[in-house]
């Protein structure tokens, strides 16, 4: 008889942006009318820069000619953007990290999902609360997890680290001593950002205690401050410790083009096993490579043209952040983040629930933004808004906002 992996009957509802999706079509049905503006998922909406559209109409003519066609790639990656990456991610950064510890993939979501599989489902997770839900969920796939408490809003036999406005939205170490921790910066949802000598704590914590940190930096392009780690292997021993995951999504645009990829250090070891070796052998059985075209076009964000048009394309919607930061705290809101990240959290007014204000927002406003309770417990009377929607856009929904 068939029987089905029963841990995904422990996941409550949808994932988050489905149910908002659902939401925002059923709203947009029943009110043709409305101009419905979207500050919900974090999808980008600028045009890809035009050094990656050349790019990719040079790759795309070499697919047409035999002698430049190319059918699988490397499962790992092409050596030249994984040069690319180690030369301008990491060593340009005084990070210490080579081209083969570097794992190119699809998108950080797939890597954030599936890296979980390396590790014995006897792991204890911890993750900040609120959290991207990739992670807790495919933790819950796995089996890592006991039951959902609805009362609790979390999952048994997992830490959850409180990131409130007490404790100004960072994660505090947890009484009980986890092997893997989650951790995002800058953040998401929160959109604050971590120093380095706070960083640099969690991975002398890590190492003194043999955990692993999965760091998800897919954000790091939104850093504007001075002293905020761009990568956790600024931090030193974080080698031993550390495993990062990247993103093109959100620097260069690449949501609906697919690029990523992930850095498992040689010196990473646990259980006498180096994870870089399990990894590899991970990517290479389920995993064919990003397309070709595809890595030409992520080679391209690391030339001169392609790292100043990127620059535009992120102060445009950090000037978007910054609309929605200063107009709604202006209105009277309690607005964080915004200035190292392209998300920005409020405080939810009137004793809502992030849910009713979601509703109230949408049916009032015509915008949709994150509920903060779908981050998790303590996402519960915060609301999270992305800045990357057109200026037009953004500029709308604070004035709608503003006059609710
Ligand atoms: C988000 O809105 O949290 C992100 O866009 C989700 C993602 O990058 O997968």
Aim: charge should be negative.
């Amino acid at each position: 008889m068939v029987t089905v992996n029963r841990n995904y009957l422990k996941l409550p509802g949808s994932y988050l942006f489905s149910t908002i999706a659902k939401k925002v079509n059923i709203f947009q049905e029943e009110n043709p009318q409305a101009s419905v503006i979207r500050l919900g998922i974090g999808d980008v909406t600028q045009p890809l820069a035009p050094a990656i559209i050349d790019s990719l109409h040079r790759s795309v003519d070499e697919m047409g000619h035999r002698e430049t066609f190319r059918g699988y790639a490397p499962d790992l990656g092409y050596d030249f953007l994984r040069d690319a990456i180690a030369k301008n991610d990491y060593r340009d950064r005084g990070c210490d990290i080579s081209a083969d510890e570097i794992f190119v993939s699809d998108g950080a979501k797939s890597d954030s999902g599936n890296i979980q599989e390396i590790f014995g489902t006897d792991n204890k997770v911890a993750v900040c609360d609120p959290v991207y839900p990739v992670y807790v969920d495919t933790n819950v796939m796995a089996g890592r997890t006991g039951a959902y408490s609805q009362e609790k809003g979390c999952f048994d036999g997992v830490i959850y680290m409180p990131c409130t406005a007490d404790n100004g939205f960072m994660p505090e170490f947890p009484e009980e001593v986890p092997d893997l921790i989650y951790l995002c910066f800058p953040n998401n949802p929160t959109g604050g950002a971590i120093t380095k000598e706070r960083l640099q704590e969690w991975v002398d914590y890590a190492n003194r205690y043999g955990c692993v940190i999965i760091y998800d930096a897919a954000y790091e392009a939104y850093i504007s401050q001075e002293g905020i780690p761009h990568s956790i292997y600024e931090c030193e021993g974080a080698r031993t410790c550390a495993i990062e995951l990247r993103s093109f999504s959100k620097n260069a645009g690449f949501t609906g083009v697919r690029l990523g990829f992930t850095v498992v250090p040689k010196d990473l070891v646990r259980d006498g096993v180096q994870l870089h070796r399990l990894w590899a052998r991970r990517h290479g059985t389920k995993f064919n490579g990003a397309p070709y075209i595809v890595q030409r076009a992520g080679e391209s964000v690391y030339s001169p043209e392609g790292k100043q048009q990127l620059a535009q394309q992120v102060a445009y919607y950090m000037r978007n952040a910054r609309v929605i930061h200063d107009g709604l705290q202006d209105a009277g809101y309690s607005v964080y983040g915004g200035v190292d990240a392209p998300y920005i959290w409020l405080a939810v007014p009137n004793g809502m629930s992030s849910w009713e204000f979601f509703d109230h927002l949408l049916s009032q406003a015509h915008v949709v933004g994150t509920p903060g309770s779908g981050f998790g417990a303590n996402g519960e009377g915060y609301f999270r808004l992305t800045a990357f929607s057109t200026y037009e856009n953004t500029v709308e929904a604070v004035e709608r906002m503003k006059k609710m």
